[in-house]
C-alpha cells in the first residue's frame, strides 16, 4: 500500500503511503475562520457535546497550537468522547496515536479496532488504513485477500488511494491473480480522479510496455502531467517520477516529444487536480 499520510483529522478540511506504523508526522492546517478551531465558538459548540469541535480541540493538543501545550493524552481524551459520537475522524485519529506510539504504548491491534470501526461506518481513509495492517501483516495475520476487500470498499467510496491500491495488488498479484490489464485500469481511475502517483504508475507501465503494448508518447505526457501535480507527501514519488521522464525523454524523437506536449494539454483538461485533504481523506 501507499503509506497513509500522518493527518490528524478534521472536519471542514479539504492525502497518502510505508506502512501504517511508519508514517511521517505531518499535520493538516485549519481553514482560516472555520468555527470548529474558533475559540468562543468551540465552546459553544462543545455545550451541545459537538463531536467535531471535539476532534479540534483533540487536534489543537496533538500539535500543541491554540495556545495549549502539546499533550497527546489530553488529545486522546478528545478524541474518545468525539468517537462516542460516531464520530469516524476521531476514530482515525486514535488509530493513528495506537499505530504510531503517541500518547499511548504502540500497538497496531489496538490501531485495527479503531480503524475497522470508521471503516464500517464508511469511512474510505479508515478502509484503506484497514487494508494496509492486512497488506503488510501489522496487528493482525497478513491476509492479502482481506486487504483487496477493504481497497475495494475505499475506491467504491471514490477514493483515489483506494482505487490505487487495488491497482498495486493486481500489478503485484497480491491477493488476486496478477492481471496488468486491470492493475492499468485501475491506475487510470484514480489517475483521472486527479492522483499523482496513479499517473506515474501509469505512465511506468505504458513507458515499460508490460501491459501489452509500449506507448511512450502517452507515458511521456502523464509523467511530465504527476510532475505538476504531486504534493508534499508524494516526494518518493516524484522523485521517481523526475528519474523515469529523465530515461525517457531522450528516447522520443522531435515529432513523438512534441505530440507528448500536445497530448499533456489534452491530459490536463481531462485529469481532475488534487483536491485539499478533508479530514482524513473522507467528507462529511
Known amino acids: 500500500m501507499k503509506?497513509?499520510?500522518l493527518v490528524l483529522c478534521l472536519p471542514l478540511l479539504g492525502a497518502l503511503p510505508a506502512s501504517a506504523a511508519d508514517q511521517e508526522e505531518t499535520f493538516t492546517t485549519p481553514e482560516d475562520g472555520a468555527d470548529y478551531i474558533n475559540g468562543h465558538k468551540l465552546s459553544k459548540l462543545m455545550e451541545r457535546s459537538d463531536p467535531k469541535a471535539a476532534t479540534n480541540i483533540g487536534w489543537l493538543y496533538a500539535r500543541g497550537q491554540g495556545g495549549v501545550k502539546q499533550d497527546y493524552e489530553e488529545a486522546m481524551k478528545w478524541w474518545r468522547f468525539a468517537a462516542s459520537r460516531g464520530y469516524t475522524p476521531a476514530m482515525n485519529n486514535l488509530g493513528l496515536?495506537?499505530?504510531?506510539?503517541?500518547?499511548?504504548?504502540q500497538s497496531h491491534e489496538e490501531a485495527l479496532k479503531w480503524w475497522m470501526r470508521a471503516a464500517e461506518r464508511g469511512d474510505a481513509w479508515a478502509m484503506n488504513a484497514v487494508g494496509d495492517l492486512y497488506e503488510n501483516g501489522q496487528g493482525t495475520p497478513q491476509d492479502y485477500e482481506l486487504a483487496l476487500t477493504w481497497y475495494r470498499e475505499a475506491a467504491r467510496e471514490g477514493d483515489v488511494l483506494g482505487m490505487w491500491n487495488v491497482g498495486h495488488l493486481y500489478e503485484r498479484g497480491l491477493g488476486t491473480t496478477a492481471d496488468?490489464?486491470?492493475?492499468m485500469d485501475w491506475f487510470r481511475r484514480s489517475a483521472e480522479s486527479g492522483y499523482a502517483p496513479a499517473m506515474l504508475s501509469l505512465g511506468r507501465l505504458l513507458a515499460e510496455g508490460?501491459?501489452?503494448s509500449r506507448d511512450e508518447v502517452e507515458a511521456h505526457a502523464l509523467l511530465s502531467l504527476a510532475a505538476q501535480r504531486?504534493?508534499?507527501?508524494?516526494?518518493?514519488d516524484a522523485e521517481a517520477n523526475r528519474e523515469l521522464l529523465e530515461r525517457l525523454t531522450p528516447r522520443l524523437s522531435a515529432?513523438?516529444?512534441?505530440?507528448?506536449?500536445?497530448?499533456l494539454g489534452v491530459l490536463s483538461q481531462q485529469y481532475r487536480k488534487p483536491e485539499k485533504l478533508k479530514e482524513g481523506a473522507s467528507s462529511t
Open 230 to 236: 504531486f504534493t508534499e507527501e508524494d516526494a518518493a
Open 180 to 183: 496488468l490489464t486491470e492493475a
Open 3 to 5: 503509506a497513509l499520510a
Open 97 to 105: 496515536m495506537h499505530a504510531n506510539g503517541h500518547g499511548v504504548a
Open 255 to 263: 515529432e513523438q516529444r512534441k505530440a507528448a506536449q500536445e497530448r
Open 210 to 212: 508490460k501491459a501489452g
